[in-house]
Nanobody, 113 residues
C-alpha cells in the first residue's frame, strides 16, 4: 500500500504562483506514472499533468500548457506541480495520483480575481 501526502495549496491572487507537492511513502516505486488531476465545485475531476518516469514523457492539459510544470524528485518519491500565472478558473481541489490507481487526499487551490 502506498500513502500519498499532498501539500502546497492555498489562496492566491490571479497571476500568482503556487507549488504543489506530493510525496509517496510505503511500498512505492519510482518506475510509475504520477499525475495531477483537479476537481472544481460541481464539475468532474479532470486531468492536469502526468509524468511517466519509465518513458520520460510528460503531458499537460491544454488549459495549463505553458503555465504549469510537473517535475519529480525520485530520491524522495515526490512529484511537484509548479503553477504560474494562475487564473480564477484554476480554482479546484488538486489531487495527486500514483501508478494510475491510488489517490492522495487533495489540496485546495483558490485563485481570487
Amino acid at each position: 500500500q502506498v500513502q500519498l501526502v499532498e501539500s502546497g495549496g492555498g489562496l492566491v491572487q490571479a497571476g500568482g504562483s503556487l507549488r504543489l507537492s506530493c510525496v509517496a511513502s510505503g511500498r512505492s516505486s519510482r518506475r510509475v506514472i504520477m499525475d495531477w488531476f483537479r476537481q472544481a465545485p460541481g464539475k468532474e475531476r479532470e486531468f492536469v499533468a502526468s509524468d511517466n518516469w519509465s518513458s520520460g514523457t510528460i503531458y499537460y492539459a491544454d488549459s495549463v500548457k505553458g503555465r504549469f510544470t510537473i517535475s519529480r524528485d525520485n530520491a524522495r518519491n515526490a512529484v511537484y506541480l509548479q503553477m504560474n500565472s494562475l487564473k480564477p478558473e484554476d480554482t479546484a481541489v488538486y489531487y495527486c495520483r500514483y501508478d494510475q490507481s491510488q489517490w492522495g487526499q487533495g489540496t485546495q487551490v483558490t485563485v481570487s480575481s
